[in-house]
C-alpha cells in the first residue's frame, strides 16, 4: 500500500518539471533525515541523564518543545530546520545539551562557506556573489549577501593571520611537498604566484605548514618562507624535500636547512624531458622514465636511467640533459623507507589539493588583492586538509628521524 503521506507529496508536486521534482524530493528527504538524526541526539542526551530527579522523583532533564524555525542554506538549496529543545538547566554549563550536528548558530553547511573562495578565484566579484551562490543554491538561498561575503573574507583574513603566527617549537616534521601555484587574481607588485609548503609530522599526518605570495617562485621568496619556519621554532628542517627542480626553493633550502636531502618530482621531470621530444616518440620514452622510477633497486633505475641516455642522447640531447641535471636527486627516494616511496617520488600530495583552482595560465587582470587571495587560497587548503591520508608506514618515521640508514627501501641493522 501506497503511503498516504507519498500521494500528498505526489499530488503537490504535478506539474512541475522533472528537474524541480528532484529537487524538492532530495530537500525533503534531507530534511526527514536531519529530523532523524536531530531526534537520536536529543534522545541520547535524555538517556544519559535519565536518573536525575528532583525530589519528587521528577526528572530534571527533559524535552522542552522545539527552537524557532531557521533555514540553512545547503548544496540542495534552502533547508528548513525544527530543532528539538531541552530543559536542562539543572546541568552545568559545560554539561548542557549543545547540538553536534546543527551547532546553534549554523546557517550555511560547510559545503557552501567553501564555494565563495572556489568562486572568487574563479573572479567573480563580492558584489555578484549573492547572483552566482544562488544560481548554485537556488533563488531563496538567504544570508549570503555581499554584506555577509565580505563579513566572512574578513574573518578568514583574521583565522590567515593567526594561522602564519603559531608557534613550531616543539614540532619536527620528516618530509615537505612544495610548489608554486599561479592563479588567475592579481597580485600586489611583482608577487605573481602562492607559495605552498606541506609537510608529514613524526606521526605521518600531513598538514598545511605555509601558504604565502612570492616573486616568480624566486629564492628569496622561498628563503623568506623558510626563515619565518626557523623563526618560530621550527629549527630543525624535515629529512627529505619534494618539488619540482624548477623552483628557487632549492637554493633557500640549502642555506636555511642545508641537512635535508632533496627529490625531485618524476611527475614534473617526465613532462620537462617529454616536451623536449617529439610527439612520436614520447609514448616509448615515457615507458624508459616510468622503469627508473618503478624500479624496485637503485641499481635497477640508474640502469634505466643510462639505457635512456644511451637511447637518445644524439637523436634528442636537450632531453637528455634534463634528465641529466638532477640525476642524484631523482633517486634520492631510495634512501628511504620502501612504504613511503608513494609519496616522495613525486608532488602529488599537495597537486591534488589544488587541483580545482590551479591555473597554469597567464596571468590576468582578475579580481582580488593580494591578501584576499591568500586568504582564499588559505581557506581552501584547510578544507582539503580535512582529506589528507596519513602516510603508510608511518612505523618507520621514527627510524628515518633517528637518522638510520635505509638502502632501496630496506632498513639496514647497525654492525654488532
Known amino acids: 500500500m501506497r503511503n498516504p503521506q507519498d500521494r500528498s507529496t505526489i499530488s503537490e508536486l504535478q506539474g512541475n518539471t522533472p528537474g524541480d521534482v528532484l529537487e524538492e524530493l ?22 544519559e541523564h535519565r536518573n536525575l530527579t528532583d525530589e519528587e522523583g ?5 524535552r522542552n518543545g522545539h527552537l524557532p524555525e531557521r533555514e540553512l542554506v545547503t548544496g540542495i538549496g534552502p533547508l528548513k530546520v525544527h530543532q528539538p529543545r531541552i530543559d536542562d538547566r539543572a546541568l552545568d554549563q559545560e554539561q548542557r545539551f549543545s547540538s553536534q550536528i546543527l551547532p546553534r548558530y549554523l546557517r ?29 543554491l537556488g533563488p531563496g538561498a538567504a544570508g549570503l549577501s555581499a554584506s555577509n561575503v565580505v563579513r566572512l573574507k574578513t574573518l578568514w583574513e583574521q583565522d590567515y593571520a593567526a594561522w602564519g603566527a603559531r608557534d613550531f617549537e616543539l614540532k619536527r616534521y620528516v618530509y615537505f611537498w612544495v610548489d608554486g601555484i599561479h592563479f588567475n587574481v592579481r597580485l600586489e607588485g ?3 604566484c602562492i607559495l605552498v609548503i606541506m609537510a608529514a609530522d613524526e606521526s605521518g599526518r600531513k598538514e598545511l605548514l605555509a601558504v604565502s605570495d612570492g616573486y616568480a617562485e624566486s629564492k628569496a621568496s622561498w628563503r623568506e618562507i623558510l626563515l619565518d619556519l626557523k623563526r618560530r621554532g621550527l629549527k630543525i628542517g624535515p629529512k627529505l624535500a619534494v618539488g619540482d627542480g624548477a623552483l628557487g626553493f632549492w637554493a633557500a633550502l640549502r642555506e636555511v636547512y642545508p641537512e635535508c636531502r632533496e627529490q625531485r618530482c618524476w611527475v614534473h621531470k617526465t613532462v620537462n624531458v617529454l616536451d623536449k621530444m617529439p610527439k612520436s616518440v614520447q609514448g616509448k620514452a615515457k615507458g624508459m622514465l616510468h622503469e627508473m622510477w618503478q624500479a624496485p633497486t637503485k641499481e635497477k633505475a640508474l640502469a634505466a636511467y643510462e639505457h635512456f641516455v644511451n637511447s637518445w642522447q644524439e637523436k634528442y640531447p636537450k632531453a637528455v640533459d634534463c634528465l641529466r641535471v638532477d640525476k642524484e636527486e631523482l633517486f634520492a627516494f631510495y634512501d628511504f623507507p620502501a612504504t613511503h616511496w608513494v609519496h616522495i617520488r613525486t608532488t602529488n600530495p599537495i597537486e591534488s589539493t589544488y587541483a580545482t ?15 584576499a587571495t591568500l586568504t582564499m587560497v588559505f581557506k581552501l587548503a584547510l578544507e582539503a586538509e580535512k582529506t ?24 639496514q641493522e647497525a654492525a654488532a
Open 388 to 411: 589528507w591520508r596519513r602516510l603508510t608506514g608511518h612505523k618507520h618515521i621514527e627510524l628515518v628521524m633517528q637518522g638510520r640508514r635505509f638502502v632501496d627501501g630496506e632498513l
Open 58 to 62: 521528577r526528572r530534571l532533564v527533559v
Open 108 to 136: 550555511r553547511v560547510p559545503s557552501v562557506d567553501n564555494l565563495i573562495p572556489i568562486l572568487y578565484l574563479k573572479g567573480i566579484s563580492t558584489g555578484d556573489m549573492s547572483g552566482a551562490l544562488a544560481s548554485i
Open 357 to 371: 583552482v590551479r591555473l597554469r595560465t597567464k596571468k590576468t587582470k582578475g579580481c582580488g588583492s593580494r591578501m
Open 26 to 47: 532530495a530537500r525533503r528527504g534531507a530534511r526527514q533525515l536531519l529530523a532523524q538524526a536531530l531526534e537520536a541526539e536529543v534522545a541520547e542526551h535524555l538517556e
Open 190 to 192: 611583482e608577487r605573481s
